[in-house]
């Protein structure tokens, strides 16, 4: 073993040593600052206009008010959209053709705050949603991960594109002894507090789906009322369509809204020091942990890296940032070497909290 390897073996060694701190629980959006929006060509013009179509729906997601677009300084800078944008690409779904734009964040960041406009980081609480809706035999079922009704497909795009992570109940076994659809369309906290609990999410909503017999207009012939539990704080809202299948995009925009305005600050102090936490698996050398850190050490908001626990399975690190961790989850996300990677619902608390990536450099 030569000097620099036992040098290396030494600081890991070293570094296992210390206790584990994770952080305050929230999942981390990695795509902030993207969003896509249909093209039927590739055309200069559509191009162009799908690219700012993308700007407002990435100015919606990060300050929850639709009506910010008409802002004079919004405007300003989707004229000039492209001195904000870092990168797009095309995209084929099917027959369906996409644009994904993928924006600077540092620069959005400074035109909110020297407009004193509201901003909500990545950091975002991920809820837990327990849906019960009413059928024809007035029969009432809760919706499922499993269920891939058009509500539901359209309920996970729309939550994807305004940045809310979400979860649905598997309503297995467990679930099935803990809460039933009674108590979801009632309101009974106490169970569904009670089979909240294995996911891990930071808060539970419900929610009540009903057809109404004499709508006041055809618009409003379907009502979704939803409460939601989160972090101490409780919200509320109502919405309707003509169908049920229409419910989820003026849901999910309404809780956007009011998360939004629970969550998201006008910038003042953005220098305080932020402590991040990340697993990154798949280090099975050496040269990959220096490597690893060499490039997170790079990033220009990062103050600090420490590897905290070290394994060939999976690495613990703590990054120090200053500002927000924003900054440095798009660098992660544009740099294309670190590969987000789903987490289990069960798994233990404090791996939760963290974002977990795949290390796939040669």
């Not at 539990?229 to 049920?244: F, H, I, M, P, T």
Request: with cysteine; glycine share 4%.
């Amino acid at each position: 073993m030569n000097c620099k390897t036992r040098l290396v073996a030494l600081m890991i060694i070293c570094m296992v040593a210390l206790s584990w701190s994770g952080s305050t629980a929230a999942k981390l959006i990695e795509d902030l600052y993207s969003a896509r929006v249909d093209v039927s060509s590739q055309a200069s013009q559509q191009r162009q206009q799908a690219i700012r179509a993308a700007f407002d729906q990435v100015i919606i997601k990060v300050t929850g008010q639709s009506a910010l677009l008409e802002h004079q300084a919004v405007q300003s800078a989707r004229r000039n959209v492209n001195d904000y944008l870092l990168q797009y690409g095309y995209q084929r779904q099917g027959s369906q053709q996409r644009l994904e734009a993928t924006f600077d964040g540092r620069k959005l960041r400074q035109l909110l705050a020297d407009n004193e406009l509201p901003y909500w980081g990545s950091r975002r609480p991920e809820l837990l949603l327990w849906i019960a809706h009413e059928q024809d035999n007035n029969r009432r079922q809760l919706i499922g991960s499993g269920d891939e009704s058009i509500f539901t497909q359209q309920l996970r795009t729309f939550a994807r594109a305004s940045g809310i992570p979400i979860q649905l109940p598997l309503l297995d076994l467990t679930d099935a002894m803990t809460v039933s659809p009674t108590d979801v369309w009632g309101r009974f906290t106490q169970p569904v507090a009670k089979a909240s609990r294995r996911y891990a999410s930071d808060g539970y909503l419900m929610a009540r789906i009903t057809r109404l017999e004499n709508p006041e207009s055809p618009d409003q012939t379907y009502r979704l009322d939803w409460s939601v539990d989160v972090e101490s704080r409780r919200l509320n809202g109502v919405v309707y369509a003509q169908s049920e299948d229409w419910l989820a995009e003026p849901f999910v925009n309404d809780l956007l809204q009011q998360l939004a305005k629970t969550y998201s600050v006008v910038s003042s102090d953005q220098q305080e020091l932020i402590e991040v936490a990340l697993e990154v698996q798949q280090l099975q050398r050496w040269q990959d942990v220096l490597a690893l850190e060499q490039f997170l050490s790079s990033v220009a908001s990062v103050e600090s890296v420490r590897l905290q626990q070290y394994s060939t399975e999976r690495a613990q690190f703590t990054v120090v940032v200053r500002g927000s961790e924003d900054h440095l989850l798009q660098t992660i996300q544009l740099d294309g070497r670190l590969v987000s990677q789903d987490v289990s619902p069960f798994i233990e608390p404090k791996r939760q909290q963290q974002s977990v990536y795949r290390w796939v450099a040669n």
